[in-house]
Structure formats: C-alpha cells, structure tokens
T-cell receptor, first 113, second 115 residues
Framework: AQSVAQPEDQVNVAEGNPLTVKCTYS??????LFWYVQYPNRGLQFLLK??????LVKGSYGFEAEFNKSQTSFHLKKPSALVSDSALYFC???????????FGTGTRLQVFP | EPEVTQTPSHQVTQMGQEVILRCVPI?????FYWYRQILGQKVEFLVS????????KSEIFDDQFSVERPDGSNFTLKIRSTKLEDSAMYFC?????????????FGPGTRLTVL
C-alpha cells in the first residue's frame, strides 16, 4: 500500500532564508507526487506535481520540489521564504492519473519576519 | 478561475441525524472525490466517483455513507446516521480527464460537528 511520511511537524525559517519541507513516499510502481498547501479555514491548494520527466519541478508562488527516486523523496523547497508562505503543507502520492491521493500528516511552516 | 464550491461551510447536527454535504465541482471535470480531515490529523480519502458510480471507497466509507450526482452539477455526500466520530472537515475534489494527469482541485470544505 502506498504511504507518505512528512517527518517534521513544524519547520521554522526566517524570512528571506531558503526553506525545505521534507517528504518521503512508498508506492508500488512509478509514483505521482504532489504538494498542496492549506491556509487557515481554506481548502487545499495545489502547488506542484511530479509525474515524469525532469526531477526538478517548479510550481506556484516560487516553490519547487525535487524528485529523488533512490531516496524515495520529494522535498519541497523555496530559495527565499516569505512570511505569507506560513501555512500547512501536505505531500501526497497516487498510483495513476485518476487515483485517490494519499496524504502525509502535514508540516506547518512558520516564516518569521 | 473556476473553482470547486461546497455548502454549507459549517454544519452542526445531533448524533443519529442525517446530513447531506453538497459540492459543485468544476464544470468540465469528470472525476469526483470526497476526503475528510479530523481536527489535527491528516487528510483521508473516502470515495471516488466516475461515470455515475463509485470507483473506489475506503474502509471509512461504510454503509452509513453514500454519494450521488443528482444532476449535472452537484455532487453530494450523505451520512445517514451521524456519529460523534464523524466530526471532521469534509473536502470535495474534482479532476478533469487529461492525457497525462490532471491534478485534483479541492473545495474549501464543510466543517461537520456532531453533538
């Protein structure tokens, strides 16, 4: 069965510094990987996805993620954090293009001024 | 920009009562999903729906749950007899039918409180 692990409950970073939110996955076959962000009292907003191709994918709001097959990881990164990036971030995996999403437990990102 | 909408935003009900949560997916989407998030926990898959039938359901989605697409626009989740543990945020999502993959777009959620 597929699963996602987000080892950090919270990540704290100063504004302007680079940020990384970690995600590892387990799935049989080739993974479809996603990052979603959740702001308070809002739904889940799609940030980016990896399906195939270049291991570095770029998404919304300056975020990017690197797919690493050997480490089964899909870490979310941003070169320079903004206070407005503070939110709850979820990594998710699926097995094919209409499959359900399996989410990690989420990582709260706190960016301090 | 098209978006998924959900009503109501907050539903309070008594244990044992029936509730219907409503969703309006993005208009040209063909795949529909319900997820839930118990407070402080991760988002969990409930059910997927395509071509007017359930594609897959989780073990959470027992006989108390049902889904329906009563017309061309709405997608509903019914809980027949609510339990305290059904209290959660319920998210609807929809996806199109693309050649490679179309990501799922989520609604803002309905917070269900069972007393």
């Amino acid at each position: 069965a597929q699963s996602v692990a987000q080892p950090e409950d919270q990540v704290n970073v100063a504004e302007g510094n680079p940020l990384t939110v970690k995600c590892t996955y387990s799935v049989s076959g080739n993974p479809y990987l996603f990052w979603y962000v959740q702001y308070p009292n809002r739904g889940l907003q799609f940030l980016l996805k990896y399906i195939t191709g270049d291991n570095l994918v770029k998404g919304s709001y300056g975020f990017e993620a690197e797919f690493n097959k050997s480490q089964t990881s899909f870490h979310l990164k941003k070169p320079s954090a903004l206070v407005s990036d503070s939110a709850l971030y979820f990594c998710a995996v699926s097995r094919h293009n209409t499959d359900k999403l399996i989410f990690g437990t989420g990582t709260r990102l706190q960016v301090f001024p | 920009e098209p978006e998924v909408t959900q009503t109501p935003s907050h539903q309070v009900t008594q244990m044992g009562q029936e509730v219907i949560l409503r969703c309006v997916p993005i208009s040209n989407h063909l795949y529909f999903y319900w997820y839930r998030q118990i407070l402080g926990q991760k988002v969990e898959f409930l059910v997927s729906f395509y071509n007017n039938e359930i594609s897959e359901k989780s073990e959470i989605f027992d006989d108390q749950f049902s889904v329906e697409r009563p017309d061309g626009s709405n997608f509903t989740l019914k809980i027949r007899s609510t339990k305290l543990e059904d209290s959660a945020m319920y998210f609807c999502a929809s996806a199109g039918a693309g050649s490679l993959y179309n990501e799922q777009f989520f609604g803002p959620g309905t917070r269900l409180t069972v007393l």
